[in-house]
């Protein structure tokens, strides 16, 4: 496992933007495939984007295409989330997680991935 520590989630208005950070510790971060997910109160956790272990491939969730990117910096063990033009169903906390599997669209649910960061609350308001 890794350790996965988020940062960057805030309040702010619909249209706005906002840059998720996920800090994580180890030497293995380069060979796990990161994704990002979120939860609203009283909803199960639902998969945002994922990105493979070199960064050149990437999966989004219908909602979130052409608004979201998610990115990786190997080098500083840490993957991004930038999310623009933000709506009031993108509320919820968002996690940041990692897995050991070859990224495809068939781990794209939390059962599949082993390590997880604490979240950080994203709030927007209309």
């Known amino acids: 496992q890794v350790q996965l520590v988020e940062s960057g989630g805030g309040s702010v208005q619909a249209g706005d933007s906002l840059r998720l950070s996920c800090a994580a510790s180890g030497r293995t971060f380069s060979s796990r495939s990161m994704a990002w997910f979120r939860q609203a109160p009283g909803k199960e956790r639902e998969f945002v984007a994922a990105?493979?272990?070199?960064?050149?491939?990437?999966y989004y969730t219908d909602s979130v295409k052409g608004r979201f990117t998610i990115s990786r910096d190997n080098a500083k063990n840490t993957v991004y989330l930038q999310m623009n033009s933000l709506k009031p169903d993108d509320t919820a906390v968002y996690y940041c997680?990692?897995?050991?599997?070859?990224?495809?669209?068939?781990?794209?649910?939390?059962?599949?991935?082993?390590?997880w960061g604490q979240g950080t609350q994203v709030t927007v308001s209309s």
């Open positions: 990105i493979n272990r070199s960064g050149s491939n990437t």
């Open positions: 997680a990692a897995t050991v599997f070859l990224l495809s669209t068939g781990i794209l649910e939390p059962r599949r991935f082993d390590s």
